[in-house]
């Protein structure tokens, strides 16, 4: 019962370890109580109380002269407004009916800010991010050598490294999403070489299980959903979309470019089919048709929401402030958001979505994976032909002129057509037979919807309010947020001049936002633990040099996610254990003195059954699958006229593919998804929550796909293992990446021995359990022993070895 | 629902821990499963509160029960009597009336123009604690409880379409992401039944379908996703996959979780994760939900008397009056907040046959509810309420004869009752002009609700007052109740709302 003293770390008290002297930090101590506290009304919108409000946001608001002085005075801190009135019981601020009071804590920092001269600094988002200068050479040293100075100055140090068999299955879960297969697993516990971890690495960067996994996080910023969303809620024609994420990661396009195509892809020279694809980004907001709406309260709409996702997805903040006025506590005028804004209002969508699946503008493209693989093979073949044949001579020469200047599939159909030399020649055939095939692909395609801008742009202006029927002012030009940089010089204002800005190496926020982003599904949390929020109001980064420096070293890389995430999963920090350490008291793992542990993501969890029962389909791409779902969802919500009223669940293979591609009604999405905290889509989500509920032990006991799972992993695992130590063996190796401990496989053998014991007494039961779910049954196997070993396997796919990770 | 780790609350972290080193202190897992089960039942489960701990002010509320009419009942055929309407049969609309508001774009250019219309229903003029309140022939049953409503005339909106108007009202923004009023109070305020989900939502059936409802009118927005309304059905399983699969028994399933405990006792020995513990405590909750449940749902309880009370559809599952009488019964034993949804009242066409049959679904179960708390000494501390997104015009859409008319949205002003839970019974709030189209100042002038977004004008309940009020009365200071995503502290009520003090008792 004795425990060590913990040491007890808090936000607070580690800055007061590292802060060796006295100095108040403005950036980390001053300004997020000034912001929190009083900038409500003396900050960016202080003008809104009246012309002279006094604002604190700036060194020359706070030390302005004024009548009745100034509220910071260097040469007199004594004599300082500010100093007076919060520590004035007469007349204090913030005012005595003010929601928000100042503690004593933060009292004695602004006095001790204002006594040091009450210096201003930008707040550190703000601020283009560098890299320190360190003793290390590579980063993954670099990282480390940042987490263990802070852990030292705690007094304490990383955690041993995680067994082999763990570290194998975490990192495998952080890249694809799925534990290693049997194969992968045993090549590397029998690899003894130092390289070895690296070459597991390198196996699991390039399974095309790497994007489909990577792809969710991005779904979940983006709200990527297959409906409307609003109203009716119809079908959406969007998942080539999801399938180019899936190939852009894949493909490890840089993110620049990702980033790039998706705002602007429609506005690059000659802009190809993935390129366009791309700005389905841009047309991802929820939409409407519904009856009596105003047009052009829904331009405003989507154009507001368009607006915010773009702040929370690469600025990390919240831009819906200064939708109505300028922003409370971060320095964004009401005017620049409308400048901000004006990128989006000139997309040539109508601003209701006619409950279409095509609401266009769309484009034609390849329905899932292979079709492109298919269709990419195609063009390259047409590309070899139109290139290697020099038309001369075989075409005439009117043909001859206008080969040089025309697209290839031009180029294609001369060669299929001429009647001039190379008439009925093998080449001819051949482009024919191209022309054809192409042609006979191309009516399979399906529509995705992509931006496109008006001829002429839409003219914006500030809507009072937020109002869309208050416009005023001038019409604003393109423009962006002042306080995160300069739009680049020469560079068109649209979003293509947009993309530049937010890629370019000035700007202070993108690469830090992503970089965070992608260290919270490494680390299972940020180092900036509001990844939404990197403004005034946001914790400040626990680490934040080392932040910086890899935003910076990301973009030195080139953008390369690969690479990020190579470095990352190679530290010590991402290698250590994950148990819980009892000599610190660090619950948030500020310290991350220990590895994550966690509940794994609704997809995770329901891809791990699938794939361990072998029922797995790994078919890549296409239109959202509909795996069972109880009767009536849709139905008790859903409008009459609406086309995804009913569930018309899939059969055969569909039922199991990758839960990534299971069909997302944004209104109602699919319960098990739901149930394990996956967003609605519908807004924007940069961080899921974790929740631990009763509901979730129902689902994972009883839903029919997982019911189904069990009863195949059971038939797998009698199949494939001799005996039942050896299977109890095998479905934790598949599960846990380990054989089950002596306690284990006495609990599954006494599970085991009672329901065989009690299907023995009830075949008929045995039977009518294993006829759950469509896929058939092993009917070579004896019914209760699979019956029994199914409900051994309910609870070893429920049990946290395989739920979390650890 | 009940989540007993909060990410980010290392007290809690703190005191998880400290009672895995009781239980496991250096030694092995020693502890039999089911003694495992009961050890973490009483010492981690003995309270559950939400973030507030204790309520801002003492609560006159205990529970809400609220029925939403989805779609906009029409305000001028059930409770806002305009007698003065008669004679200005299919004349139009009078600008000064309409004042600019705007018009949705189904009767925008209609041919007719905006003509007006009377209802044909009768009202009579009901006792209450004050001079009486005037209710529709429509519905006889409610008019009966009369004296134990407070009638809100001057309910008010800005939208004026479904789904952002829906949106609006249940989550204080008409743009999707928001928490809803459910889940705001799930946050603030926990559950007073571990056995049983704290915000409940059912659909109740209806003969005229046509809205849509969504996940986010009960939807967590940006909280922990264990506040989200629960969804309890009346087709299979009424809480989702609540029953084991065939073949699986009870008994089958306690073995099961006998060795799930087992087995994640052998996880946390390996790895110290409190969670870990916390979910066995989870697995033990659902195996109770699976008794309690179907306890719950089984009426054969019921004496007769109760479904002369409900009406004779309370027993047939999905009804309204069966979701009214579930309402009750989860109520006594300790949900704090329920929600039926009733759609169907979007009357733009043949508004007599749809709001007859509507009504007819609802009226005496709602009539039924206020008598059943009542007599059971449960109506005082639980709110009921019932209202829609909006209300109906005071001119008709599409053709307009006496016996039958159409009527568009209405967001200026519509009725919401309340009943119980610290309200005043038997009062009328707030008035509406002689057509029914603006809220208006006791002399009957058309008033401005809103000459500035700040001010609150007294005889008015915006949705954002009407939710104040509601968080109110459960002891919660609406400005209060805040929750910090963005950097921006949110609330229901966003800066708004206003606590009308006039109705509450």
Not at chain 1, 103 to 131: C, D, M
Not at chain 1, 411 to 437: I, P
Not at chain 2, 452 to 479: C, E, Q, S, V, Y
Request: glycine content about 8%; aromatic content about 8%; overall charge neutral.
């Amino acid at each position: 019962m004795k425990s060590a003293i913990p040491i007890l770390i808090s936000l607070t008290t580690l800055a007061t370890v590292l802060e060796a002297d006295d100095t108040v930090n403005f950036s980390r101590e001053v300004l997020p109580i000034l912001s929190n506290k009083c900038f409500v009304c003396h900050g960016p919108d202080a003008a809104e109380y009246g012309e002279d409000m006094r604002r604190l946001d700036s060194a020359e608001g706070a030390m302005a002269a004024t009548d009745s002085g100034r509220a910071i005075d260097p040469q007199a801190p004594a004599k300082s407004l500010l100093l007076l009135r919060i520590h004035s019981e007469d007349d204090p601020m913030p005012p005595a009916d003010a929601e928000k009071q100042l503690t004593r804590a933060e009292r004695s920092i602004l006095t001790r800010w204002v006594e040091q001269g009450g210096n201003y600094s930008k707040h550190w988002a703000f601020v283009k991010p560098r890299k320190i200068n360190r003793p290390e050479k590579e980063t993954v040293a670099v990282v480390d050598g940042l987490i263990a100075e802070r852990q030292k100055a705690a007094g304490t140090s990383f955690s041993p490294e995680a067994d082999r068999a763990t570290l194998a299955r975490r990192v495998a879960l952080v890249l694809t999403g799925l534990p290693p297969k049997q194969d992968l697993l045993q090549q590397f516990l029998q690899d003894r070489s130092p390289q070895a971890y690296s070459r597991l690495v390198e196996q699991l960067l390039s399974d095309p299980g790497f994007g489909e996994h990577q792809a969710r996080y991005w779904l979940d910023a983006v709200r990527y959903g297959d409906t409307h969303g609003l109203h009716l809620d119809n079908r959406r024609g969007i998942y080539p979309y999801r399938d180019w994420v899936v190939r852009a990661f894949n493909n490890n396009l840089p993110i620049n470019t990702f980033l790039t195509w998706q705002l602007a892809g429609d506005l690059l020279p000659n802009a190809s089919m993935d390129q366009r694809i791309a700005t389905g980004f841009v047309r991802m907001n929820p939409s409407t048709a519904e009856g009596g709406a105003i047009p052009a309260e829904f331009q405003a709409k989507n154009n507001f929401d368009r607006t915010e996702t773009l702040g929370t997805v690469l600025l990390g903040m919240s831009l819906t402030c200064a939708r109505c006025h300028t922003h409370k506590y971060d320095p964004i005028p009401q005017t620049e958001y409308y400048r901000l804004l004006a990128f989006f209002n000139s997309t040539a969508e109508s601003s209701m979505d006619g409950n279409k699946y095509e609401y266009g503008p769309t484009l034609k493209v390849p329905r899932d994976q292979a079709e492109w693989q298919q269709w990419r093979n195609l063009q390259r073949q047409r590309d070899q032909l139109v290139n290697d044949i020099p038309p001369a001579g075989g075409l005439s020469p009117d043909e001859e002129k206008k080969y040089g200047s025309v697209s290839s599939d031009e180029r294609l159909k001369l060669l299929a057509n001429t009647k001039a030399g190379l008439a009925n020649s093998d080449v001819q055939q051949e482009a024919q037979q191209l022309v054809a095939t192409m042609e006979q692909v191309r009516k399979g395609f399906t529509s995705t919807l992509v931006a496109q801008d008006l001829p002429k742009p839409r003219e914006t202006r500030v809507l009072r309010r937020g109002e869309y029927n208050l416009p005023t002012g001038d019409p604003l030009q393109p423009g962006i947020i002042s306080v995160m940089g300069q739009f680049p010089a020469e560079t068109p204002r649209n979003r293509l001049g947009l993309a530049r800005w937010l890629t370019s190496s000035d700007h202070p926020l993108v690469s830090r936002v992503l970089v965070n982003r992608i260290w919270q599904r490494v680390f299972g949390d940020g180092l900036v633990r509001t990844p939404e929020d990197f403004g005034l109001q946001g914790q400040h980064p626990t680490h934040p040099e080392l932040l910086d420096w890899l935003a910076v070293d990301f973009q030195e890389s080139g953008w390369d996610l690969k690479q990020l995430l190579r470095t990352l999963v190679h530290t010590k920090t991402f290698r250590q254990s994950s148990t819980w350490r009892t000599d610190i008291e660090d619950p948030e793992n500020r310290l991350f003195a220990r590895a994550a542990s966690y509940r794994l993501d609704a997809e995770v969890l329901r891809d791990l059954g699938l794939w361990s029962s072998g029922l797995l389909n790994p078919h890549m791409g296409g239109e959202g699958v509909k795996p069972y779902q109880p009767a009536g969802m849709w139905l008790a919500m859903a409008h009459p006229a609406s086309n995804t009223k009913s569930y018309q669940r899939d059969k055969g293979d569909r039922l199991y593919r990758r839960s990534l591609y299971v069909y997302w009604k944004r209104t109602s999405p699919h319960p098990m998804m739901t149930l394990f905290d996956a967003p609605d889509r519908e807004s924007s989500c940069v961080r899921r929550s974790r929740t631990n509920t009763s509901l979730q032990s129902l689902g994972l006991l009883n839903e029919t796909q997982r019911t189904e799972m069990s009863r195949k992993l059971a038939e797998r695992l009698i199949r494939e293992s001799p005996d039942d130590d050896a299977r109890i063996d095998y479905a934790y190796r598949m599960l846990a990446s380990r054989d089950a401990s002596a306690k284990e496989q006495a609990v599954c053998h006494r599970l085991l021995q009672q329901m065989k014991a009690r299907y023995a007494a009830a075949p008929k039961e045995a039977e009518q359990l294993l006829g759950i779910g469509e896929v058939a049954r092993d009917k070579s196997l004896d019914p209760v022993e699979v019956a029994a070993w199914s409900q051994v396997a309910t609870i070893m796919l429920a049990s946290d070895a395989a739920i979390m990770l650890y | 629902m009940n989540q007993l780790y909060p990410k980010p609350n290392p007290i809690r972290e703190h005191e998880l821990l400290a009672t895995r080193r009781q239980l496991f202190g250096g030694s092995a897992l020693g502890v039999g499963t089911a003694a495992l089960a009961g050890l973490l039942n009483n010492d981690l489960l003995a309270e559950e509160s939400g973030v507030l701990g204790a309520t801002h002010h003492p609560a006159k509320a205990k529970r809400v029960i609220y029925l939403f009419m989805s779609g906009g009942p029409s305000h001028l055929d059930l409770w806002d009597y305009k007698p003065k309407l008669v004679d200005m049969f299919n004349q139009q609309l009078p600008d000064h009336v309409r004042g600019g508001q705007r018009v949705t774009g189904m009767t925008a250019n209609q041919r007719n123009g905006l003509p007006l219309c009377p209802s044909r229903y009768k009202f009579t003029r009901q006792q209450n604690n004050q001079d009486g309140v005037w209710v529709s022939e429509l519905l006889p049953h409610t008019a009966k409880v009369a004296h134990e409503l407070c009638v809100v005339h001057s309910t008010y909106t800005e939208a004026i379409n479904h789904d952002p108007a829906i949106t609006y009202i249940q989550t204080g923004s008409q743009i999707p992401g928001r928490p809803s009023l459910g889940a705001w109070l799930s946050y603030g305020l926990g559950s007073l039944n571990e056995n049983l989900p704290h915000y409940v939502v059912m659909h109740a059936r209806t003969n005229h379908p046509e809205q849509s409802l969504f996940n986010r009118l009960w939807g967590p927005g940006f909280l922990s996703s264990e506040h989200q309304g629960i969804l309890m059905r009346s087709e299979g399983d009424p809480v989702l996959y609540l029953s084991n699969p065939k073949s699986v028994t009870s008994g089958d399933r306690r073995k099961q979780l006998d060795a799930l405990a087992a087995l994640n006792g052998e996880q946390h020995k390996r790895f110290g994760d409190p969670e870990v513990l916390a979910r066995i405590q989870q697995h033990e909750m659902a195996y109770r939900m699976q008794t309690s449940v179907p306890e719950l749902m089984d009426l054969s309880d019921e004496p007769k008397s109760t479904f002369e009370l409900y009406g004779e559809d309370a027993r047939t599952p999905g009804t309204f009056a069966a979701c009214c009488l579930n309402a009750r019964r989860l109520a006594e034993r300790g949900v704090r907040n329920i929600q039926i949804f009733h759609r169907g009242w979007d009357a733009h066409g043949g508004l007599p046959r749809e709001h007859g049959s509507q009504c007819r679904d609802i009226d005496q179960a709602c009539a039924g509810l206020i008598r059943d708390l009542r007599a059971r000494g449960m109506l005082d501390d639980t709110l009921v309420i019932w209202g829609g997104e909006f209300g109906r015009t005071a001119y008709c859409q599409g053709n307009l004869t006496r016996q039958n008319y159409g009527r568009d949205h209405h967001p200026r002003c519509f009725s919401t009752w309340m009943a119980g839970g610290g309200v005043q019974p038997g009062i009328t709030y707030g008035r509406t002009d002689d057509y029914g189209y603006n809220i208006a100042n006791p002399d009957g002038t058309p008033m401005d609700p809103l000459p500035d977004k700040a001010d609150w004008r007294p005889g008015t309940m915006h949705i954002h007052d009407l939710n104040a009020t509601i968080l109110h009365l459960l002891g919660i200071d609406h400005r209060k109740l805040t929750y910090r995503y963005q950097g921006r502290d949110f609330r229901l009520t966003d800066i708004h709302g206003h606590v009308i003090k006039d109705i509450i008792a």
